[in-house]
């Protein structure tokens, strides 16, 4: 009869404690630690790249347009594909200045590409960048600044500008 009582006081010490203990700390915060780390993969630069130029119908059918090539970097360095909302800002650009960047010449509306539909359209998987056709008819042999600032999902607003010369 002993033997029972001590056998059925070790099994309900061995039940008693498996639910009881503390949780795990250490995992825990692992676990926090990690989903902060998600952040460094979203964007932290935006860049537009050089294959960004005028292009103009030669018959006068279509109007003239830039098309420009954006791509979106995350803390690696690494080109990514993400929802975020761009706008487009030309500028003239004032050559040996301090502040090249001269009066405002236009805005366009912003393009959201939060939008699964609307992000796959603009993206070049081959390229890694969003490619966008904006209206304008450039000035012979005049000088731009095109400024891209986009607005992410994390709250970020990235800017980068590139110069674009007209040349006929």
């Not at 960048?129 to 999902?153: G, R, W």
Request: aromatic residues 10%; proline residues 6%.
């Amino acid at each position: 009869m002993k033997v029972v009582a001590v056998i059925v006081q070790m099994f309900l010490l061995l039940l008693g404690g498996a639910g009881c203990e503390p949780a795990d700390t250490e995992l825990s915060s692992k676990a926090d630690s990690g989903f902060n780390q998600l952040s460094e993969y979203g964007p932290v630069k935006v860049d537009i790249m050089p294959l960004t130029e005028f292009t103009s119908a030669g018959n006068g059918e279509k109007p003239s347009k830039i098309k420009v090539y954006v791509s979106l970097l995350d803390a690696f360095d690494c080109q990514i594909k993400t929802p975020a909302v761009f706008r487009f800002e030309l500028y003239d650009r004032v050559p040996r200045s301090a502040e090249p960047k001269g009066k405002r010449i236009l805005i366009w509306p912003d393009i959201d590409l939060t939008d699964a539909v609307k992000n796959n359209g603009h993206w070049r998987d081959f390229l890694r960048a969003y490619e966008f056709n904006l209206p304008f008819k450039p000035e012979n042999s005049k000088s731009y600044i095109l400024q891209v600032t986009s607005l992410c999902s994390s709250g970020r607003r990235l800017s980068a500008e590139f110069v674009l010369k007209h040349t006929n």
